[in-house]
């Protein structure tokens, strides 16, 4: 037995290697993802476009009163898809989590803000499908960017009819790019043309009617610098909201979302501290609104 989990964690850890360069052969991972303890409906659409569906990771057992939980994938807003993350759906439906990943829009059809849009969008149909649970809403890398923006920039979920303080319970980010820095690389001079007055960035969009949030990142990150996520916490903090920040030792930018899977489970505490903040947060009137 010892053998064979060796086995299935250097084959976990190789997928995600080529995740990180963007080959992404992910069927090794969905195969060694158990399927037992949830059903999942899949491709539903949130949308009236060809990227605009989601998948539902719906548990066995539910734990009672828990938030849905609304996963965003990163990829630089040009890859990703929502099929890589079965083993996300997995990990929190096991738990009692309804999860929901959805698809969004990539350059380079589309460009900023589009793939927010979409994010708002799926949100929107999240909460209007489960009227009444709360939602917490959590994203990775790019797919952390178009959480926080969501969260930070009401105009997107009021674009969709809705209020955002009465919809978000929660925003949870990994390893997220949070900052108004000007885009100095194609395709993100393409991807985000106006990129350097801060209007497209969550840090300038900051109050006190920010959803709860909960950012993460990993000591070993070189792909996205610390700097953003404590910047963002302590100024949702000074303006009067709720916010933590947290970094975890040993942990690089795709490991943050390596160890969600059942298959690293006590190698990190992010994910116990993911489910402590989902549970905290799983109540439907928030003290932030307004």
């Known amino acids: ?64 009163g828990a938030a849905i939980l609304v996963f965003v994938h990163g990829g630089g807003w040009k890859n990703g898809h929502k099929d890589m993350y079965k083993f996300v759906g997995q990990a929190f439906a096991k738990q009692g989590y309804t999860t929901i990943i959805p698809n969004y829009r990539l350059y380079p059809k589309v460009k900023y803000p589009a793939f927010v849009e979409d994010t708002a969008k799926a949100v929107a149909f999240v909460a209007r499908r489960y009227p009444d649970h709360p939602i917490v809403l959590m994203g990775h890398s790019a797919g952390a960017y178009n959480a926080l923006m969501v969260a930070t920039a009401p105009e997107y979920l009021k674009a969709e009819g809705l209020d955002v303080c009465k919809t978000l319970s929660g925003v949870i980010g990994l390893s997220g790019p949070y900052g108004a820095l000007p885009a100095t690389d194609e395709p993100y001079i393409t991807i985000f043309p106006n990129r350097i007055m801060g209007d497209e960035a969550p840090l300038g969009h900051v109050s006190a009617h920010v959803p709860p949030l909960f950012l993460a990142i990993g000591s070993k990150d070189q792909t996205v610098s610390d700097k953003h996520s404590r910047e963002l916490a302590a100024k949702v903090k000074a303006a009067g909201g709720e916010a933590v920040f947290k970094l975890y030792p040993g942990l690089s930018h795709i490991d943050a979302v390596k160890v969600l899977s059942v298959y690293f489970d006590g190698k990190s505490s992010l994910k116990s501290d993911i489910t402590a903040f989902i549970d905290a947060h799983s109540r439907k009137q928030e003290s932030y609104c307004p």
């Open 1 to 64: 037995m010892l053998l064979i989990r060796l086995l299935i964690l250097l084959a976990v850890g190789f997928v995600f290697v080529l995740i990180a360069g963007s080959c992404a052969p992910v069927t090794v991972l969905n195969t060694i993802t158990p399927s037992g303890s949830y059903k999942k409906a899949k491709d539903i659409p949130y949308g009236q476009l060809a990227r605009q569906k989601l998948d539902i990771y719906q548990p066995d057992q539910a734990k009672p």
